[in-house]
């Protein structure tokens, strides 16, 4: 089992940049895919991006192609997502996840943190 703690999140302005930060509890955590998603006020939880766990191969929503970047340092058992020109659409709270899966599906991720709010103004 593991658990995800999210940081990082805050209000900026549009254009501006925004670092979030999860970090995992457990010594396996290379062993875990890990992804954001974010869920808007009144809209469906999405998916953002993810990085696979072993092969680091990385996929991302069309929405943010791009702009967003995931990496992870599997010695500080932490995946980033670096977020770059940052537009009002984006606000969100900010999930990151877990999965057991090689390349897992939406649907196949198993833990998940407490979620982070990121809010970006006009």
């Known amino acids: 089992q593991v658990q995800l703690v999210e940081s990082g999140g805050g209000l900026v302005q549009a254009g501006d940049s925004l670092r979030l930060s999860c970090a995992a509890s457990?010594?396996?955590?290379?062993?875990?895919?890990m992804g954001w998603f974010r869920q808007a006020p009144g809209k469906e939880r999405e998916f953002v991006t993810a990085?696979?766990?072993?092969?680091?191969?990385?996929y991302y929503a069309d929405s943010v192609k791009g702009r967003f970047a995931i990496s992870r340092d599997n010695a500080k058992n932490t995946v980033y997502l670096q977020m770059n020109s940052l537009k009002p659409e984006d606000t969100a709270v900010y999930y990151c996840?877990?999965?057991?899966?090689?390349?897992?599906?939406?649907?196949?991720?198993?833990?998940w943190g407490q979620g982070t709010q990121v809010t970006v103004s006009s």
């Open positions: 996840a877990a999965s057991t899966e090689l390349e897992p599906k939406v649907d196949e991720y198993d833990y």
């Open positions: 457990g010594r396996t955590f290379s062993r875990y895919a």
């Open positions: 990085i696979t766990r072993s092969d680091g191969n990385t």
